[in-house]
């Protein structure tokens, strides 16, 4: 071989070998730009699924919030149906009041002026089906005597000197008309007369 046809077949090869050379660095780059385009829609869809993630944790807050107001809301109608439903009862109860203090005296004045009588008995039987009514509803009737004096209880109508001077100041003496309490709340005052 010529040095000549050396020389040709030399740089053959090196035009092929830099053609070589010239496809891989193509392909570097496209490989390099497919990477690159591949991290950016990964990073696309990370975030993508970052912004779902808070709009989900904003659509649960959202609905813990409805819930816990529905809750709330539902134990106020509760607590509202059950003070309305007390209030017409103790309305009720009041009105029937009367009643009773009005039995109490009749059966207070039969006793007196007949002693023993079958109308004394029906009058009595009223009033105990009454008190047993006003049991069932957890009323109960103020009528102590001898017991200290209580705003929350009872009403002073009077003040006077006691006939026995072992009895204390501010004591009751003498119920006039009696008081009411259901439960915890006192529907009507005693009236009563206190020790000075």
Known sequence: MSAKEKKSKMKKNSDSDLAEELNGSESNIESNEKVDEVDRLIEDQQQRIRELEEEIDQIKDAQLRKAAEMDNMRKRLNRDREMIFQT??????????????????????MKSASGDSPYLDGVQMIANKFDDILAKHNVKRIDEVGVPFNVDLHDAMLRQKPEDDSVESDTVLQIVENGYQMGDKTLRHAKVIVSE
């Open 88 to 109: 017409a009862r103790e309305a009720a109860v009041i009105e029937f009041l009367p009643i009773s203090d009005d039995l109490l005296r009749t059966l207070d004045a």
